[in-house]
């Protein structure tokens, strides 16, 4: 693995629209190394924020999508097998600890517990990464951070941090932007004039409260921007919010029903 | 692997016959290289679909039937042994991120999730894709598209794409097509004469009716194709129908004589 | 492995008496190239009847026993491990796929998902093999064709085909021959006389009639060979219907006696 | 693997006391190399009585512990990685099937079920081993003949052989030895005097009739040989009964007390 | 492995405030090497203490944080290939062992069984460690001793220590401190003020006594620290509390609000 | 695998007071070589029974303590990758039956059955050990005894041993001492005068009579030699008798209460 800084770094800034004091608030964690959990639905701008704090810190990012079948070593590392033996491969944590990276767990409720385990020891006082397998104790690089992300509405008692976990974050919490400052984000990624993207977040809105009451998560920003974009690329209004907006996230006739009605009067 | 761009070519038309406004959308999808999702039965013609779109936008496709036993490894690659030790191999994912190809991903449902969670980078802004085994960050070529298919028929509450994949697609819902189109697509397809092929439509169609009475999914464009072709090959079409549209998808005798009763109605 | 196609043929004559039109059938199946289920109970002859027609037919066959232990790696090959590094191995059914012989799938439902679903590019109009692990995609050989055996009385919620499997596949019933029928396969098979043949075939007709009533599966015209062939070679008829026919199938001391006594009475 | 014949010979004339036909029978399922199955409960001796035949018979025998972790590798071969690339090995099955030896797969029904499968190509009238890792399909040696065991009390739900498995056996059932046939084996086995011997066999008797009611097996007669070699070795009567038949089975202490009374009043 | 013992010295005094008398008896316990236990709940200190010990009797700890997937050979070793064939490489109880360090296993419940076997020989007279796999019995270093951790709240049938694990173990009890104790830990390891520290020690103790009534555990000294920090780099005191005390540690609404309200009033 | 004998001979004479005639019975059937299963609760002796009688006989003993992930391989050995090809590693069973040791499988029950199987042809009047994966038979050296122990109080229906396994041992019961006895032991093996070591022999019978009214296991003697130890290093015995004999044991609030009781009016 290439530890070169600089391919990590994020060069450009990344679109970010604050809702709140999180920045600041982001900003004194990282400066006391702090743990922090970003919290949120999905598709609400959880890895977008960290995205941009990187860029803010100009500190390289090392995302990592967690899986139920991510074991430790996919993120502490492994033996490699080669010509003259084995060589070790540091795993995306180790090198977010070597060059000073922020290290985001996506999802990590989703891995299986020993790689939630295997974080703990960065998380305290220590701020070590024993590499068990190489007999090598790694002092973490004096900018390393570990920021994870986590889901609410997924909690079940058969996936949900251990206390032991949680109790190494801070935290804050993420939701969709109120409607005012959705229409912008929705109007400047996708160029979309305001009155129609309003018209979108709108839509999106009715979605989100039929949460709880037949569909398990409402719409994302993303989806809104999806249906934005083809409305620009020239897709007709209602095709483009059936497309993008309610077949994607639900196959049961009544809550398709409603949005398609909300669509219809929207752009009636 | 050879990474040879034109053996993902669709050199010749596929046989596909539109059923609404879907090769317009998807063009507007491709347009601004949204990831698509196809939803639909088995056998109404999903990868038939897909597999015509990439000829008629001239782009190479490559194409992974899912199942629950691939792993990530399979789709993004692993490290080969060799005589001067370890080659990386790319995955048909990465190829096709490479290559700029659209990577069809059929029956997306079936996969464990490490397999649908490695797409996300690749669905969202980043378009990106994260070889954490090779240190390695792919920037998706311009032309790549991801598409997945879905039957909505297969849902439960074990295999369920997650709301964060599935907010990543626009969609498509796909149907078996009407009588007087299928009944077309039967003929020129197998060169069976219409009117026998309208026929075999009409049993078609008393089967889907089965479905839910009985049957778990209704007969496929493709099992009336298999009849029309053994009767166009001098089989009894009496026999024929039962050979593919009966035996195949049911061992319950009730349905059975439903179905032999409606085949025996139609070519008394 | 030697695609050597010749140690795939079947060069003598297996000995196969037809219960109905199924010989015809089959070839007509055949000569389309469409995928063939063989349906029926355990040792009714379905394996033989595969036997015989690729020899009728003059083409290579290539058994594969499925198993829940088989992997798709199994059925599609997989690299091993040489002096000068990796070498691919083809798996059956790719041999199959590359020399233009009949692949039959025993017992498929026993196989797991990603065996079942590796087989559908090749019963589809693509009639390919994607060897996804060494970037290749195999055209089947034009003289390729794919059976598969099921037993309907295995069916249950937990192993089952999917309907996106079943409906790849043209059907025939089988089931177990009419009593003269079996009469004269016993005989033919054996050398035994008719007459004793025919008592065991009624032995045999009993026990079938226990079906659903203590017995899971009736007796299968193997097993009365079995018995046949120990009376040719001077075992008493009853010790050798009870070795045959009685002991191996069940334990329940009721259905135990139910058999001894048909045994008993028949030959008296 | 050294597959010398000779090594898996039986020189010896092992210890066999008949206690029916099976002798015979064997012979004449042999005679038409029909696979056997040998029922019976722990300890009757049943393995003895296969290599006893395999004695008389002068073929070699090859004997499989089945357990429920043994891979169809196990038995058929695998390869295995050499100074100079990959050499294959046969399994125990391949081995057999090669030199023409009675290969034994003692206690079947522990094994997976691809372990089961694998024999079934051996066990009809083609009586070949596909290797399909290796490319290879054996022809059996004409001397080859399988050979199962099968304890009927373990018999459940999860763990029993598929009737597609049984339909492949003839099948012999065992019992425990009648009282004055297991006086006699105990009495030669360790030399014992007859009379001690048939206190013994008399509190086995005890323990036997316990079954099902508190006991799940009865005492084997290898407990019996057990106590007589105690006896003949100094132990006093009761202390041996104790430790070779009583406790060894059971630490339910009513059965105890049960036991105890019986050892007791044999031995007062 | 470097087995360097100074490599896990602990060369600086860890900040450890006594609770009673655990220094003087874990002392007592490491004079005759009994193997130590310390019991009590998430961020109490556990970890603490054990590694101020180390550094108090100046032997070298090495830490493994226990893990559902962490296998017997992640502490023992495992041969690592090489280009000169296969080495030996000790894991970290080994090298414990061989070295004279004092082993920590943190949170041993999780990991599985053969892991908490493992450790068996070296807990009773023998004070040994056998690698089986090497065929090397290792006798323990005079200074080694063997401490695991335990968290009696995460008990359950499923997750708990055999009994002859836990009678292999001397056993501490920790807690929270009591709250002046507490307080003086948060002043002196973040340099907050006194009175305030006072404050969100108050509010640590009303997240405590919601333990069973909503919460699964209590609030850590540990995210009372990170609160101190935050406020010591200039965030407002009911910020920092909300993002270090309320949002790690549960998303139900009902305690966030009688966490808010504590904290509000608190700082009011 | 150094298979010196030497290395495995019990040099020292282990401090062992016999409870009955166990000594002399193992002797007898060490002589005739009966497998031996020695029966008890957690930490009343057996390992050091077993260990006694090695030293006693001069054979060598090898010990394996069982655990659920322990496979097949562990006990009879597995190919060992080099330079220079594979190269054979004889398991630790596999060792004692070459050089003649005592085999001690500690704790049988927890293993997978494919080890509990393993042993069948090495405990019966073949005395062999087939090396499938080797094709190698070993014939036992005369000397080599198998030994395993069983805690009763573990068993479920999960986890027992099979009548078949169970049937191939003669079994010795162990128990705690009783009071006179244990008080020697524990005085004799750390010094502790009889006075006190009789009070705490009072304190452990008082924990043993709990066992079944909210412990699972009553106090072993190694606790109450911890306790001991503890006192003999200077620690008060209140203390002493709470860190080994209560806290190790339960956190159960009124057992504890119950144990303190009886530790405060022992040593009032």
């Known amino acids: 693995m290439t530890t070169d800084k600089e391919q990590y770094k994020v060069h450009k800034e990344p679109f970010y629209q604050a809702q709140g004091k999180e920045v600041v608030l982001y900003e004194a964690a990282y400066a006391a190394r702090l743990p922090v959990m970003v919290k949120g639905p999905t598709g609400c701008g959880k890895s977008r924020f960290v995205e941009y704090m990187a860029w803010k810190l100009g500190k390289p990012l090392i995302t990592v999508a967690c899986n139920e079948d991510m074991t430790a070593s996919d993120l502490v590392g492994r033996y490699l097998l080669e010509a003259n033996g084995t060589r070790w491969l540091d795993g995306p944590l180790t090198t977010a600890a070597r060059i000073g990276a922020i290290c985001y767990l996506d999802e990590i409720v989703e891995a299986r517990q020993d790689t939630t385990v295997v974080i703990h020891p960065l998380t305290d006082h220590r701020r070590t990464l024993p590499l068990d397998k190489k007999g090598e104790l790694i002092e973490a690089h004096p900018d390393f951070q570990l920021v994870i992300s986590y889901n609410p509405g997924y909690q079940s008692l058969m996936k949900d941090l251990k206390q032991s976990t949680k109790q190494r974050f801070t935290a804050f919490d993420f939701d969709y932007p109120e409607a005012t400052l959705e229409t912008q984000i929705i109007a400047r990624e996708t160029g979309l004039d305001e009155a129609t993207s309003a018209k979108l977040v709108k839509i999106g809105q009715t ?32 095709d483009a919010c059936r497309m993008a907006m309610a ?22």
Not at 220 to 232: D, Q
Not at 254 to 266: E, F, N, V
Request: without cysteine; charged residues 30%.
């Open 207 to 238: 979605a989100r409260n039929l949460k709880g009451h037949g569909l398990d998560e409402g719409i994302s920003t993303r989806l809104i921007v999806y249906a934005a974009t083809l409305i620009k690329n020239g897709v007709d209004p209602k």
């Open 247 to 268: 077949r994607p996230i639900t196959d049961d006739s009544d809550i398709r029903a409603t949005l398609d009605h909300a669509i219809d009067a929207t752009f009636a």
